[in-house]
């Protein structure tokens, strides 16, 4: 007989949040968040040896890398701690033939994260690996100053904004290397885990408010083929030069909008662009982070899930005959009165009061299968790591944020981020068999059109 695995030390149960994210993966409705930095290096050392050097620092500070969800089948779940990670097993070092082709775009990274973001998680028990992993991506035989980081992970140790800051924890880490020869088997980090968001938020006693949503929705609403299982991602990136994001943001703040409210309005204009015209409404889910406004001691370095939504809902212009027509200042100006008002009341619509009165998530979640779409477009947008203040020999370049598709979010998602080169990067998600592929590719052609036109005021394809 074999012996008994021994028991991981409990560290608190899971929150609301962090229970839906978990029973999401294991009923495989939704898998992984990811954050891909493109480093840039001026040594030649031995990058692996680097990394286990610099990952030993970063999961010694963050003790969301080394937790796992136990007992998943009790009244409460509970996060415990391994008591190692073994890096081994969980960073994947990876040759390609190209990192990047010659418009500047990274069809080979497009294709890794597509693949990772269908994969599910193996929550095994006992678990054995914490819920993250690494991809290194090198050139075969090219460059060695130029490197890629994919940096997976579950949505219940953290959210998109903690993924920056296991990017810059590790940027700091390989320009501050330790002396010694680094193992590749770390001890985890014994500090406490962070209280998690519903420790800071009032929810209230009443039932869902928002069930009606994906039930009851006119016919000329458009939110894609209804909930289904399995889930299989596709993924498409769009990459603005550092010109094109700089003169967007200038652009931006011409019209006194948040980059948020005009690419959520550029892409809602795309979108019915491209729709039937029997379609009249298009329904928007955006994230927002709420860190800013949670108490100590949550602050802009924390690790967790610190995330709420807002809902939009968009009227097809009366006037759609140009595409010019597709998107309007003013549009982007409505949205952005719905961020302000999110801004002044310091929350969203309450995804955690909706998730608190359920007592069944997996029973919840399965009920929806079938059912309609609650929105038609989900944005998040994470925001932009700020230029180093000196030289280094590790640096963070550009960012690309993706997502796995998921089968009760909205049909199409696109993820933004901004890395320190300054180039704006959006993640374009959708689930095979619930949005067309010509479609979305469509959306993507019709946005850059808007861009360029807003930015240059004529077509670029002339």
Same mark, same amino acid.
């Given at each position: 007989?074999?012996?008994?695995? +021994?028991?991981?030390? @409990?560290?608190? +149960?899971?929150?609301?949040?962090?229970?839906?994210?978990?029973?999401?993966?294991?009923?495989?409705?939704?898998?992984?968040?990811?954050?891909?930095?493109?480093?840039? *290096?001026?040594?030649?050392?031995?990058?692996?040896?680097?990394?286990?050097?610099?990952?030993?620092?970063?999961?010694?500070?963050?003790?969301? &890398?080394?937790?796992?969800? /136990?007992?998943?089948?009790?009244?409460?779940?509970?996060?415990?701690?391994? +008591?190692? /990670?073994?890096?081994?097993?969980?960073?994947?070092? /990876?040759?390609?033939?190209?990192? =990047?082709?010659?418009?500047?775009?990274?069809?080979?990274?497009?294709?890794?994260?597509?693949? !990772?973001?269908?994969?599910?998680?193996?929550?095994?028990?006992?678990?054995?690996?914490?819920?993250?992993?690494?991809?290194?991506?090198?050139?075969?035989?090219?460059?060695?100053?130029?490197?890629?980081?994919?940096?997976?992970?579950?949505?219940?140790?953290?959210?998109?904004?903690?993924? @920056?800051?296991?990017?810059?924890?590790? #940027?700091?880490?390989?320009?501050?290397?330790?002396?010694?020869?680094?193992?590749?088997?770390? #001890?985890?980090?014994?500090?406490?885990?962070?209280?998690?968001?519903?420790?800071?938020?009032?929810?209230?006693?009443?039932?869902?408010?928002?069930?009606?949503?994906?039930?009851?929705?006119?016919?000329?609403?458009?939110?894609?083929?209804?909930?289904?299982?399995?889930?299989?991602?596709?993924?498409?990136?769009?990459?603005?030069?550092?010109?094109?994001?700089?003169?967007?943001?200038?652009?931006?703040?011409?019209?006194?909008?948040?980059?948020?409210?005009?690419?959520?309005?550029?892409?809602?204009?795309?979108?019915?662009?491209?729709?039937?015209?029997?379609?009249?409404?298009?329904?928007?889910?955006? =994230?927002?982070? &709420?860190?800013?406004?949670?108490?100590?001691?949550?602050?802009?370095?924390?690790?967790?899930?610190?995330?709420?939504?807002?809902?939009?809902?968009?009227?097809?212009?009366?006037?759609?005959?140009?595409?010019?027509?597709?998107?309007?200042?003013?549009?982007?100006?409505?949205?952005?009165?719905?961020?302000?008002?999110?801004?002044?009341?310091?929350?969203?619509?309450?995804?955690?009061?909706?998730?608190?009165?359920?007592?069944?998530?997996?029973?919840?979640?399965?009920?929806?299968?079938?059912?309609?779409?609650?929105?038609?477009?989900? @944005?998040?947008?994470?925001?932009? &790591?700020?230029?180093?203040? =000196?030289?280094?020999?590790?640096?963070? !370049?550009?960012?690309?944020?993706?997502?796995? =598709?998921?089968?009760?979010?909205?049909?199409?998602?696109?993820?933004?981020?901004?890395?320190?080169?300054? *180039?704006?990067?959006?993640?374009?998600?959708?689930?095979?068999?619930?949005?067309? !592929?010509?479609?979305?590719?469509?959306?993507?052609?019709?946005?850059?059109?808007?861009?360029?036109?807003?930015?240059?005021?004529?077509?670029?394809?002339?």
């Amino acid at each position: 007989m074999a012996p008994e695995a +021994p028991r991981l030390p @409990l560290l608190r +149960p899971l929150g609301v949040l962090e229970k839906f994210m978990v029973a999401r993966s294991q009923l495989g409705v939704y898998q992984k968040v990811a954050v891909t930095a493109r480093y840039k *290096r001026a040594s030649r050392g031995d990058l692996k040896k680097a990394l286990c050097a610099a990952l030993t620092v970063v999961i010694s500070r963050y003790p969301n &890398l080394s937790i796992v969800p /136990v007992n998943l089948d009790s009244p409460e779940p509970s996060f415990a701690r391994l +008591p190692s /990670v073994d890096l081994d097993q969980i960073v994947r070092f /990876v040759e390609v033939d190209e990192l =990047a082709d010659g418009d500047h775009r990274f069809p080979a990274l497009d294709r890794i994260l597509e693949s !990772e973001h269908s994969q599910p998680w193996k929550l095994t028990t006992p678990p054995t690996l914490p819920l993250w992993r690494l991809h290194v991506l090198q050139q075969h035989g090219g460059n060695a100053s130029t490197f890629i980081l994919c940096y997976f992970f579950h949505h219940s140790i953290g959210d998109t904004k903690s993924a @920056l800051v296991f990017h810059q924890a590790l #940027e700091a880490a390989l320009n501050s290397p330790v002396e010694g020869e680094p193992v590749s088997k770390v #001890e985890t980090s014994r500090l406490p885990l962070l209280p998690p968001l519903d420790y800071f938020v009032d929810t209230p006693a009443t039932g869902c408010s928002n069930e009606s949503q994906s039930q009851e929705q006119p016919d000329k609403v458009w939110t894609g083929a209804v909930q289904s299982l399995p889930v299989q991602t596709r993924f498409r990136s769009l990459w603005l030069t550092t010109d094109h994001t700089s003169r967007f943001l200038h652009v931006c703040k011409i019209n006194r909008v948040s980059l948020t409210a005009a690419l959520q309005a550029m892409l809602v204009g795309a979108l019915f662009s491209k729709l039937p015209r029997e379609y009249r409404t298009v329904k928007t889910d955006c =994230a927002i982070s &709420l860190r800013d406004w949670l108490p100590d001691p949550i602050d802009a370095d924390s690790m967790g899930v610190f995330v709420d939504t807002f809902f939009e809902t968009h009227q097809r212009p009366a006037l759609q005959d140009r595409p010019k027509c597709a998107f309007s200042w003013a549009m982007a100006k409505e949205t952005g009165k719905r961020i302000d008002r999110v801004v002044q009341e310091r929350k969203g619509d309450g995804l955690i009061g909706r998730l608190s009165q359920v007592q069944d998530v997996k029973s919840w979640t399965m009920e929806r299968m079938g059912h309609r779409r609650t929105t038609s477009l989900e @944005l998040s947008n994470v925001g932009k &790591l700020p230029s180093l203040v =000196a030289v280094k020999d590790y640096v963070i !370049e550009s960012l690309v944020f993706s997502q796995s =598709a998921g089968a009760l979010s909205g049909a199409i998602k696109v993820s933004c981020v901004t890395g320190r080169d300054g *180039r704006l990067v959006l993640g374009f998600t959708w689930q095979k068999g619930v949005v067309d !592929e010509d479609l979305v590719d469509g959306v993507i052609s019709e946005f850059q059109l808007i861009i360029y036109q807003e930015l240059y005021m004529v077509d670029p394809s002339t």
